[in-house]
């Protein structure tokens, strides 16, 4: 797909393709932006709102710095309680072409603040996502083959914290799920990008499926069949001795973000689908040394 010239009647800029329109706007900003040319740009890459009384709203347009590639971020904010605010990611090349789009949540209850790129040594560009609340205030993206990962949470304290795999609507980010095999190659590989979003998602709280059951017994709702989907094969790449060894050298990464989401990883802690364990009500991730 390529960013078309149509242009419906009465827009703000009806002379100009959504494309020039998005690499000719100064900064990064697209807020700025006059109501209709955010509507024709919300139109040619989002589609229709899935829920009744949202609008997407354009934020972020950015030439990424490490790669000749650029990233659209259009957002539908938080209606109500309880829901989510979402994200539509768009990558394209220089010419205006769409490698990937992706829509996904940036969390549950939770409000949308700021949107920030930066470079990080190994990762590259990085999309930090602000949030309101205290569990997922911030969030960090990356970017791997054109697609959009998320690399880590963190809480309002600066520590990293588990994302909730545990039912759809709780799941932060674009949702991912890697084979054993896959997996160990993310963390034995070069890909900074792969080996972080793939410790993310071990570390992740997944769905311990006999408090699942406890939990259905006890009245509560069947799980979702996505979510013991992710519960079985989470499982069996964890119980992978490839992977096991991977993740034991990555504890030792000069890295602090690749070394604390393997000690993550390597002390998981699942559980029902709730936000928090008892035991555990943040879902915090371990953090020093193993």
Not at 118 to 126: D, K, L, M, Y
Not at 244 to 267: M, Q, Y
Request: proline share 6%; hydrophobic share 40%.
């Amino acid at each position: 797909m390529i960013a078309s010239g149509n242009t419906p009647a009465g827009s703000d800029a009806s002379n100009v393709t959504v494309w020039t329109l998005l690499v000719t706007h100064p900064g990064p900003n697209l807020e700025q932006l006059p109501p209709g040319d955010q509507a024709r740009i919300a139109r040619e890459f989002c589609g229709a709102p899935s829920r009744t009384g949202d609008r997407w709203q354009p934020r972020r347009f950015w030439r990424l710095p490490t790669r000749d590639r650029y990233l659209l971020l259009v957002r539908s904010q938080l209606l109500f309680v309880p829901g989510d605010s979402r994200i539509r990611a768009v990558v394209f090349d220089k010419d205006g072409r769409v490698l990937s789009s992706t829509e996904f949540s940036t969390g549950w209850r939770y409000a949308q603040l700021a949107a920030e790129l930066s470079n990080r040594v190994e990762i590259g560009a990085v999309v930090t996502v602000r949030c309101s609340g205290c569990w997922y205030c911030r969030q960090y993206y990356g970017i791997s083959a054109n697609g959009l990962y998320l690399l880590r949470l963190e809480g309002e304290d600066g520590v990293a914290v588990r994302n909730p795999y545990v039912a759809p609507n709780f799941i932060v980010g674009p949702e991912v799920l890697f084979s054993a095999r896959d997996a160990a190659r993310n963390l034995e590989g070069n890909d900074a990008v792969l080996r972080l979003a793939t410790l993310a998602w071990l570390g992740a709280k997944h769905l311990d499926l006999k408090k699942a059951a406890d939990q259905l017994r006890a009245g509560g709702f069947a799980p979702d069949a996505g979510t013991v989907k992710q519960a079985n094969a989470v499982r069996l790449a964890r119980g992978s001795a490839r992977v096991r060894g991977a993740i034991a050298k990555l504890t030792k990464s000069a890295d602090a973000w690749s070394r604390e989401g393997a000690i993550a990883a390597r002390n998981p802690k699942d559980g029902d689908a709730s936000f928090g364990n008892v035991d555990d009500p943040l879902c915090t991730c371990p953090r020093g040394e193993p």
